[in-house]
């Protein structure tokens, strides 16, 4: 099965760097990656997704990598602002499996 | 646009009363449907899942119970709760095809006294 870990339980950065957040995963056989936001007393809100034939894949302020061969995913937040305070969740699947595994969380706040 | 709705936003039930959480999609048709709990501070864990009216598989033993009544209602009950049932419980939907991120509710916050 899939197991899903992160690097960091707790990330502070200043308000206007760069933020990454990292996730590491067991199974191989997962092709299917997703970030999430979660902000405090509310649901988990899609951010981006990868599918596991490409490595990258920007949004708006925010870029996603995936690195198969170490099985390792990150998330890439641009000029951090205090709305991006939040706990992020990566997120995986393998192909037709209706089923997501989340890791653990990494808190993200943002210093002024 | 696709919504989801979860209710009550909060709940406060002493033990061993009955539990009926609802979840309804608007929006799309043939969803599949997901029940997670969430405990403080920690990630999700999936509690039920349906592809279709009628169709519910369990993840976990416990004592709560799902049914989906109808294509895009999605509940969660239990007979008698616990202490150990409190959380934070969240309804999620995605497209029934292929590999689609999964969309939540904003969750209901059960307290069990």
């Known amino acids: 099965g899939e197991s899903v870990g992160l690097h960091l339980p707790t990330l502070s950065v200043q308000e206007g760097d760069n933020s990454i957040i990292n996730c590491a995963y067991s199974n191989s056989a997962s092709d299917y990656f997703i970030w999430y936001k979660q902000e405090s007393g509310k649901g988990p809100q899609f951010i981006i997704d990868?599918?596991?034939?490409?490595d990258k894949r920007q949004g708006q302020r925010v870029t996603v990598l995936l690195n198969k061969t170490v099985k390792h995913l990150s998330l890439q937040i641009a000029a951090t602002q205090p709305g991006d305070s939040a706990v992020y969740f990566c997120?995986?699947?393998?192909?037709?499996?209706?089923?997501?595994?989340f890791g653990q969380g990494t808190r993200l706040t943002i210093n002024p | 646009s696709q919504t989801i709705h979860q209710w009550p936003a909060t709940l406060v039930q002493p033990v061993g009363s009955p539990l009926s959480l609802e979840c309804t999609v608007e929006g799309t048709s043939n969803p599949n449907l997901y029940w997670y709990r969430q405990a403080a501070g920690r990630g999700l864990q999936l509690l039920f899942y349906s592809v279709g009216i009628g169709q519910i598989s369990s993840e976990v033993p416990q004592n709560l119970s799902a049914s989906r009544p109808q294509d895009r209602q999605f509940i969660l009950s239990s007979k008698k709760l616990l202490l150990s049932d409190s959380g934070f419980y969240l309804c999620?939907?995605?497209?029934?095809?292929?590999?689609?991120?999964?969309?939540f509710g904003d969750g209901t916050r059960l307290s069990i006294l």
């Open positions: 990868i599918r596991s034939n490409m």
């Open positions: 997120a995986l699947a393998r192909e037709g499996a209706q089923k997501l595994v």
């Open positions: 999620a939907w995605s497209s029934g095809t292929g590999n689609q991120p999964q969309h």
